[in-house]
């Protein structure tokens, strides 16, 4: 591994040779394939110093500073590609990613549309646009982004996960308990699907509590006297409380 003092002085070296754009590029991508994004983005850098607007060189870099860490600089490498280059889907991507992480939902779901448009649905970026739309309260369109990320792999979890939490939240425990089981099908040691599915069984008793607490009230409202109607509407306004507190 070499220093980030070290990897500077190389790379001073190199321009001092005259080293091209594509040489530096070039190294970059070594380093990118072999998962050493420090480098990778320091060779990456240097070549869009001297060759500005390529968009896939962007791109290329944004991809290596988002896997550091380094949003700020990624979210204005990608910015930069996209405007060199609007019409390339994985730019699209990574620019929602980044706003996506940087709690910019709406702009964030305007990208992953547009790389739904150009290249079709894709697991990783229908999840994202169904985060974004979950995070915004638009829990159908939401549902819709996350069955669409499940037809792309119904083997991955996320999307499941994520769909059983926005259906709890419009108040189906049954479907999202359905869709909790199907995560502990594909894998058993979830302790997290685990977990909310025991909170959604208890969800879905106070459901029936309150529902058969409310009924009784109905039907024989005329027969009760005022004090046991008090008190059985307590009992309700009491259930609503614990479940929403699960």
Not at 1 to 15: D, H, N, P, V
Not at 19 to 30: I, N, P, Q, V
Not at 40 to 57: C, E, P
Request: aromatic share 6%.
């Amino acid at each position: 591994t070499i220093a980030a003092g070290e990897l500077e002085a190389l790379l001073s070296t190199l321009r001092d040779e005259g080293l091209s754009a594509y040489d530096l590029e070039r190294r970059g991508m070594r380093f990118m394939d072999v998962e050493n994004y420090e480098q990778a983005a320091a060779f990456l850098k240097q070549a869009s110093d001297l060759r500005g607007d390529d968009a896939m060189l962007l791109y290329n870099l944004g991809v290596a500073l988002q896997r550091l860490g380094r949003k700020g600089e990624s979210h204005a490498a990608f910015l930069r590609s996209f405007e060199l280059d609007p019409g390339y889907a994985p730019v699209h991507h990574n620019l929602a990613e980044a706003l996506r992480l940087d709690s910019r939902f709406e702009e964030a779901a305007v990208h992953y549309l547009e790389a739904i448009r150009i290249r079709g649905d894709e697991y990783e970026t229908c999840w994202g646009l169904g985060d974004c739309w979950s995070r915004l309260g638009r829990s159908q369109e939401a549902l819709l982004a996350f069955d669409r990320a499940i037809a792309m792999d119904s083997r991955q979890t996320r999307a499941l996960k994520s769909k059983a939490l926005e259906l709890s939240k419009l108040g189906k425990p049954g479907e999202a308990a359905a869709n909790l089981r199907k995560v502990l099908s594909l894998a058993p040691g979830d302790k997290e699907a685990a977990q909310w599915l025991e909170q959604n069984h208890w969800t879905q008793n106070y459901a029936a509590i309150v529902d058969g607490i409310t009924e009784a009230i109905d039907s024989a409202h005329a027969h009760l006297a005022p004090a046991t109607i008090s008190m059985l509407s307590g009992l309700v306004v009491e259930s609503t409380i614990v479940n929403r507190s699960l």
